[in-house]
Nanobody, 120 residues
Framework: QVQLVESGGGLVQAGGSLRLSCAAS????????MGWFRQAPGKERAFVTA????????YYAGSVKGRFTISRDNAKNTMYLQMNSLNPDDTAVYYC?????????????WGQGTQVTVSS
């Protein structure tokens, strides 16, 4: 049974930082690309960032480029999202996902999400 468990969300003031983690089990972690998506209230889920299976290639949405950093530790079956210079527009439920491609439709497995709230 595949499980993706996010952690690290919370409430932070604008300009602050948070680090999200996604612990994976039940899948061959090193074979999967991993990604972060987010869903703000009243909006559709949106792509944030993704990382290739080996960790050598990363992709970012324009809105987070330069502020967020995705990484993974394949020895620990864990992916991370370092979020800096947070602003209220980053408030959302953040989901981690695993897939064999990079497009949103290529992600087969999803976590339950973790809430990130940025106060102004």
């Amino acid at each position: 049974q595949v499980q993706l468990v996010e952690s690290g969300g919370g409430l932070v003031q604008a300009g602050g930082s948070l680090r999200l983690s996604c612990a994976a089990s039940g899948l061959a972690f090193t074979s999967y690309n991993m990604g972060w998506f987010r869903q703000a209230p009243g909006k559709e889920r949106a792509f944030v960032t993704a990382i290739s299976s080996g960790g050598s290639t990363t992709y970012y949405a324009g809105s987070v480029k330069g502020r967020f950093t995705i990484s993974r530790d394949n020895a620990k079956n864990t992916m991370y999202l370092q979020m800096n210079s947070l602003n209220p527009d980053d408030t959302a439920v953040y989901y981690c996902a695993a897939g064999l491609g990079i497009g949103a439709s290529d992600f087969s497995y999803w976590g339950q999400g973790t809430q990130v709230t940025v106060s102004s």
